[in-house]
C-alpha cells in the first residue's frame, strides 16, 4: 500500500495571491452593491457635513439652549456667548469651524475606525472590493508600513472621542430647559437618542474592549473588568450598525437644530 503524498508546503509569504482562475471573479451576485453604497453614503455625509461645518449659521437655538454637535464645543469668538460653555478662545474665520477643536479628532476617530477602514478601503480603494474579487491594486503592504502604520493610533483618538462623547452629553443636559425654567420638547428626544447612540458607537469601539479586558490572564480574577468587557463586547458585535447609525443620528439632529434655529419648523413642546 503506497501512502498518500504529503500536501506540498509553500512558504506563506511567497505563495501565489490567488488560484490560477481564468474569471475576474467567479462571483455571480452582485458583490459591487455595497462598496458603491458605501462610497455614496460616506460621500454624501461628507459633503452635507463641511457645508454645515463651514456654514457658521442656524447652528443654536438659545430659547431652549439646543446645540448641533457640529458646533460643539462651541469655541470660536464667532460662536454665540450661550453657546459657548468652555470659552470663546479660537479667532473667527469663514475658514476655521466653529468646534474647530473637537472636529479633526472626531473625523480621525472615524477615519482609523476598524469598521471604516474595512469599509473605505474595499469601497474607496478597491483593496479588494469584496471577498472573491480580485484587488484593484498589484501589491499590498498592509497596515506594516508608512503612512498606513498610522492607523494604530485609533487607540488615542478614543479617549478623545470619550471626552467629546461627554461635552454632548453635557449639552443634551443642558438642553432640558425652557424660557420658563426645565423644558421638554422634541429636539431633546433627537439629541437624546444621538447622544445614546453615539455612546453605542464609541463604547463598542475595539480599543475601548480591549482597555476593559485585554492583557488580562484571568476574568474569574477581575470581575468588574469581565463585566465591562462582556458589555462592550455586545456593542462591538454591533460596530458596523453602529458606524452608519451615527452618521444618520448626527445629520438628523444637525439638520432639525438647523429648521429650528433658521425658523423652519416650531420644536414640539411637551413641558415649557
Ligand atoms: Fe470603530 Fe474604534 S474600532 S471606533
Redesign the pocket.
Known amino acids: 500500500m503506497t501512502r498518500s503524498a504529503e500536501p506540498e508546503e509553500r512558504p506563506a509569504v511567497s505563495s501565489p495571491p490567488r488560484a490560477a482562475v481564468g474569471e475576474e471573479t467567479l462571483r455571480k451576485d452582485r458583490w459591487w452593491l455595497a462598496p458603491l453604497l458605501t462610497v455614496l453614503g460616506i460621500t454624501a455625509w461628507l459633503v452635507y457635513a463641511t457645508a454645515r461645518v463651514f456654514y457658521q449659521g442656524a447652528y443654536f437655538v438659545p430659547e431652549y439652549h439646543y446645540l448641533t454637535p457640529f458646533y460643539s464645543p462651541c469655541v470660536s469668538q464667532g460662536c454665540d456667548a450661550e453657546a459657548a460653555l468652555m470659552g470663546r478662545f479660537l479667532p473667527d474665520s469663514p475658514l476655521l469651524p466653529f468646534a474647530a477643536v473637537s472636529l479633526p479628532f472626531l473625523l480621525l476617530?472615524?477615519f482609523?475606525?476598524?469598521?471604516?477602514r474595512r469599509a473605505y478601503y474595499r469601497s474607496f480603494w478597491l483593496s479588494p472590493p469584496a471577498c472573491a474579487v480580485p484587488d484593484g491594486h498589484r501589491s499590498y503592504k498592509g497596515e506594516s508600513r508608512f503612512p498606513l502604520i498610522w492607523q494604530n493610533s485609533?487607540r488615542y483618538f478614543?479617549y478623545a472621542?470619550f471626552a467629546i462623547s461627554l461635552i454632548n452629553t453635557v449639552d443634551a443636559v443642558l438642553a432640558m430647559r425652557s424660557p420658563t425654567g426645565f423644558g421638554l420638547g422634541l429636539g431633546n428626544l433627537v439629541l437624546w437618542a444621538n447622544v445614546a447612540l453615539l455612546w453605542c458607537?464609541?463604547l463598542?469601539?475595539?480599543?475601548?474592549r480591549h482597555i476593559m479586558g485585554g492583557r488580562l490572564t484571568h476574568f474569574s480574577r477581575n470581575p468588574i473588568r469581565y463585566r465591562l468587557w462582556t458589555m462592550t463586547s455586545k456593542l462591538n458585535a454591533r460596530?458596523m450598525f453602529f458606524?452608519w447609525i451615527t452618521l444618520l443620528s448626527l445629520a438628523v439632529t444637525d439638520f432639525y437644530i438647523m429648521a429650528v434655529a433658521a425658523g423652519w419648523f416650531d420644536d414640539p413642546r411637551f413641558i415649557g
Open positions: 476617530f472615524r482609523t475606525c476598524y469598521y471604516y485609533h478614543f472621542a458607537y464609541t463598542g469601539c475595539h480599543s475601548c460596530h458606524a
